[in-house]
């Protein structure tokens, strides 16, 4: 069974609005949260992280939202731009260790 | 994605031929993995190796060995191809968060 769930396969934003992408986990050992973003050919790379000592952390245009008690959290991109457009993975770890558990991703499209 | 490279960048098998993805990291980091990445699955870790010398298996480590002979390097192989390793594979190092090579996309027919 799959311990980090992304439910929604795509998203489509269109430019300038707000894009939220959700993700859902059951372990509740995870304490450590982090988002990737993948352009197709090209590698996953590295977003956005939050520890469970947080509930929000903000890069940007780019904010992590985490809710412990639902074991939920989202990532907000505001304003959304055509450049975003890609696969977001969200990913949890133990003790914040190295061991990262993957989510099966998110394809956003924003919409010029 | 600089420092971390893989090779081949492409292939493609018949089942039960054999091969090796080769990946080579430039950054000096002691954490080396292996994850492979298919449609709604995304990223599971097939094995990593902590440090030079060693390796332990990840997710779904069956149909494919390791090797780690020197800090540098991280081989993945697989011994009989099968269709069901069609996937693109990515190496990743661990640098407070996991960098990715940019993948080799495999095709066993």
């Known amino acids: 069974d799959q311990q980090v769930k992304q439910n929604s396969p795509s998203l489509s934003v269109q430019e300038g609005r707000i894009s939220i992408l959700n993700c859902d986990y059951t372990?509740?050992?995870?304490?450590?949260f982090l988002w990737y973003k993948k352009y197709p050919a090209e590698g996953p790379t590295f977003l956005i992280s939050?520890?469970?000592?947080?509930d929000k952390n903000e890069d940007g245009r780019f904010t992590v939202f985490l809710n412990k008690s639902a074991k939920h959290l989202s990532l907000h991109i505001v304003p959304s731009q055509p450049g975003d457009s890609a696969v977001y993975f969200c990913?949890?770890?133990?003790?914040?260790?190295?061991?990262?558990?993957f989510g099966g991703g998110t394809r956003l499209m924003v919409k010029p | 994605n600089a420092g971390v490279t893989q090779t081949p960048k492409f292939q493609v098998l018949k089942t039960g031929q054999s091969m090796t993805l080769q990946c080579a990291q430039d950054?000096?980091?002691?954490?080396m993995y292996w994850y492979r990445q298919d449609p709604g699955m995304g990223l599971r870790l097939i094995y990593y190796?902590?440090?030079?010398?060693?390796?332990d298996k990840g997710e779904v480590p069956n149909g494919y060995n390791v090797s780690r002979l020197n800090k540098r390097e991280f081989s993945l192989r697989l011994e009989s191809a099968a269709p069901s390793q069609t996937s693109v594979y990515f190496c990743a190092i661990y640098t407070g968060e996991l960098f990715f090579g940019e993948g080799s996309r495999l095709t066993v027919l």
């Open positions: 372990n509740s050992m995870f304490d450590y």
């Open positions: 190796s902590a440090s030079e010398g060693t390796t």
């Open positions: 950054m000096n980091h002691n954490s």
């Open positions: 990913a949890a770890s133990a003790h914040a260790g190295n061991m990262l558990t």
């Open positions: 939050i520890s469970s000592i947080k």
